[in-house]
């Protein structure tokens, strides 16, 4: 039997987007959640260098899906390698479900040239009334994921039935509730099934996460998503005084590819 996963009492609410917006609003959240995410910039440069092949005079425009960059750096950073390379930045799509993240990157891509003007859209990646608000602008050639799945994760699992939820929920979901009267997701594997609508054969799904069983047990993910790698990387390290011995603490970037 499958245990029902439910929210731990007193755990922060990452899964509330209250929670967020009081964060962003009151400057207590820094932006930077486990590292700055070098590599995962990296990885998705990489990606797209080797899968979008370049045509003579054709202007390149890359389609990055960012989840929850609430007031993180790593999307501007991202655009910056991009017009380095003559991408357009405005491929690159922010979806928060924080209204303050939406409203300040909204706000700050205000002045930008319109090539370049990243969107920002509010959507709760619980909900496919508002995932599926992202499908003019897919498919998405890549998901940029840092710590938002790990956010999503706390929050409890979703128990849905083909009664109540069918006409509400995603294609893969609705195969699922077709085969079965009820079904119960864990948080990120609804994600999973919800992004795959938004995204074609090849698509990377690159994800910078603090666990190491990030995507494990997770078991319709395997019908649409294939786990290509799975990378340890050494996490900044924190205050300690000379004496104190502090083991190595690794984050782990997961390469997931659309089947």
Request: proline share 6%.
């Amino acid at each position: 039997m499958m245990r029902i996963q439910t929210k731990l009492k007193g755990a922060p609410d990452y899964d509330d987007p209250e929670f967020w917006d009081t964060r962003f609003a009151t400057g207590s959240d820094v932006g930077e959640w486990l590292n700055s995410g070098e590599a995962l910039i990296d990885a998705v440069l990489s990606n797209l260098e080797n899968r979008i092949v370049p045509q003579k005079d054709m202007i390149r425009k890359p389609r990055v899906l960012h989840l929850g960059p609430g007031v993180s750096e790593l999307g501007n950073k991202l655009r910056d390698r991009f017009i380095e390379r003559k991408w357009q930045g405005n491929g690159i799509v922010n979806a928060d479900f924080s209204i303050e993240a939406v409203r300040r990157g909204k706000e700050l891509e205000s002045n930008k040239e319109s090539a370049h003007a990243m969107p920002w859209l509010r959507v709760d990646l619980r909900s496919w009334s508002d995932v599926s608000t992202l499908s003019d602008f897919a498919p998405f050639d890549v998901i940029l994921d840092k710590s938002t799945s790990d956010a999503l994760a706390t929050s409890e699992d979703h128990q849905l039935s083909r009664q109540n939820d069918f006409l509400t929920s995603c294609p893969a979901v609705q195969k699922i509730l077709l085969k079965n009267a009820a079904t119960t997701l864990k948080p990120v594997e609804l994600l999973a099934l919800q992004l795959f609508p938004l995204t074609q054969k090849g698509s990377r799904w690159i994800a910078l996460s603090y666990s190491t069983i990030r995507f494990d047990g997770l078991h319709h993910l395997a019908d649409h998503w294939t786990l290509q790698a799975r990378i340890p990387l050494k996490a900044p390290a924190g205050p300690a005084t000379p004496s104190t011995y502090v083991p190595e603490i690794f984050h782990w970037m997961y390469i997931l590819e659309r089947r």
